[in-house]
């Protein structure tokens, strides 16, 4: 769920979020090395040549001028998961960056320092240093771990389509606002994850909808599919995501829907607890 409150005087929306890791993601390592460098490889890796200035390499000047050390290493970034995509890929590159480099320096520092300094790298990068299924607040720097997270099975899906996150959030029109999201516990049973994400909302899934009409497209694929308890847009899109009560339907839906859309992203996985 994602519900949005109204804009705040440093520019950033106030929000209100069910942020969960599935056991999909980039991958990156970190070798000894002088000066700073970024090797990038993987299916989406065309996707980020461009930048100039990568989120990875932000983190560890970041991390490099906090702890007043030079910002020595070589780091490969092997992108797995589509670029703008709406599930925190780059935030999590970014997060990865800290943990690993926090290693491979030896840096001495607490993780709410770490915590800290993840937010001025972007909202959602707090809430991936840990990796743990957590609630999000303020701009995303508030972080809650919620507890007994149920470990669901889900189908991810992304039509191929990059949608700008400053573009979502100019066309939205309709929001829940913040300050009335309970932290509940889940009990370990999917079910209960998936009744709360019916109460709830994306409230950028419509505005997404507008930018990017194939978001529909992968809705309705999957909540066609049998066995789908709940199926919605993640974050800023255009990624959806399907939620099974029953381990063994996310494998077949998943295969089915590659079979008939083989120019989407398709993934089967699981929610880390």
Not at 81 to 96: C, K, T
């Amino acid at each position: 769920m994602l519900h949005v409150g109204d804009k705040r005087a440093d520019g950033f929306h106030a929000l209100e979020s069910l942020a969960v890791f599935a056991d999909v993601g980039d991958e990156l390592s970190f070798e000894e090395a002088e000066g700073l460098s970024l090797t990038l490889d993987g299916p989406f890796a065309a996707g980020l040549q461009a930048e100039s200035d990568n989120l990875v390499l932000r983190a560890a000047r970041a991390l490099a001028a906090h702890a007043g050390c030079a910002a020595n290493a070589k780091i490969t970034l092997t992108k797995n998961l589509p670029v703008a995509s709406g599930i925190g890929g780059g935030s999590a590159d970014a997060a990865a960056a800290l943990r690993g480099l926090i290693q491979l320096w030896n840096v001495q520092t607490g993780p709410y320092e770490i915590r800290d300094l993840a937010a001025t790298l972007g909202s959602d990068v707090p809430v991936c240093v840990e990796c743990k299924p957590s609630w999000m607040e303020g701009r995303g720097e508030i972080v809650t771990f919620a507890r007994k997270m149920p470990p669901a099975t889900m189908v991810l899906v992304n039509p191929g389509v990059a949608v700008p996150t400053a573009a979502v959030f100019k066309a939205l029109k309709t929001r829940h606002g913040v300050g009335q999201l309970e932290h509940i516990v889940f009990e370990h049973e999917v079910w209960t994850l998936t009744e709360f994400l019916k109460e709830t909302a994306n409230d950028l899934e419509a505005p997404a909808l507008e930018i990017a009409p194939a978001i529909g497209d992968v809705l309705a694929a999957l909540r066609a599919q049998p066995g789908v308890s709940l199926a919605r847009m993640s974050g800023s899109g255009a990624t959806c995501f399907a939620l099974f009560e029953k381990d063994e339907g996310a494998p077949d839906v998943a295969d089915a829907i590659k079979r008939a859309h083989p120019d989407w992203w398709v993934h089967a996985a699981r929610i880390i607890t």
